[in-house]
């Protein structure tokens, strides 16, 4: 009697071994290949910020050069104004790839995060009696860590708001890119408008120093033609 109830316990027992051993090959696998997934991204997340680290120092670079070529030219300040606004355009594109680059990693650690939390919470297999007959796994009901659902609720409105924050960045600095294009073009409006006035103001003095010139020498001016004879 005795024996036969050591043989069913001993049985359970290895029925309960192969069951909880089945259930953590595929967790093990499950968890490495995630592992290397998330070494993979990392991997390509610091590729890209070396790539836009690298464009910003070539911007700067081209952008000394472009200015350095602009002091040699006659429009000094046109030259500067496009050089400027093209790397301000340029500089635009970089920081909207860095925080769509940085919102990505943001919610992947936060989903990472969240997952850990989970597998916490999640059950194990119980060891069967000693008097059962048959092996059985119990799965244990989850247990409430209401100190881990606060943490992954503050975390989850951490992001939210900082989507907000990119999102009103992004319109501030598309809207800063707008204003500074209509300034740049209303000075440039005002900038021909004042160089038209100068020409035209040497213009009549070259006139009137030809008008002095002649008096000067006793010769008299030709007369302008009246409006009747200018319109034939």
Not at 41 to 46: D, F, I, N, P, V
Not at 127 to 132: D, I, K, R, T, V
Request: with cysteine; aromatic share 2%.
């Amino acid at each position: 009697m005795i024996s036969r109830r050591f043989v069913s316990v001993a049985i359970s027992l290895l029925a309960w071994g192969l069951s909880a051993s089945a259930m953590a090959q595929p967790v093990a696998a499950g968890a490495e290949a995630n592992g290397q997934q998330a070494a993979a991204k990392a991997t390509e997340r610091k590729a890209e910020h070396d790539r836009i680290r690298s464009e910003r120092e070539a911007i700067k670079a081209r952008r000394q050069q472009d200015e350095s070529a602009c002091y040699q030219r006659f429009s000094v300040e046109d030259c500067l104004r496009s050089v400027r606004s093209g790397v301000r355009e340029a500089e635009a594109r970089l920081r909207a790839q860095e925080i769509e680059l940085n919102d990505a990693e943001r919610k992947e650690k936060a989903a990472e995060r969240l997952k850990s939390i989970e597998e916490k919470q999640r059950g194990v297999p119980d060891s069967p009696s000693a008097g059962s007959g048959a092996a059985s796994a119990v799965v244990r009901k989850p247990s409430q860590d209401p100190q881990g659902l606060k943490s992954q609720r503050d975390h989850e409105a951490e992001l939210r708001a900082q989507q907000q924050r990119i999102k009103v960045q992004k319109q501030a600095q598309e809207q800063a890119a707008r204003t500074s294009g209509n300034a740049e073009r209303a000075a440039e409006a005002r900038a021909r408008h004042a160089q038209t006035l100068q020409a035209a103001q040497e213009r009549r003095d070259r006139v009137e120093k030809s008008r002095a010139e002649a008096a000067a020498q006793g010769r008299v001016p030709a007369a302008p033609l009246p409006a009747g004879s200018a319109a034939r």
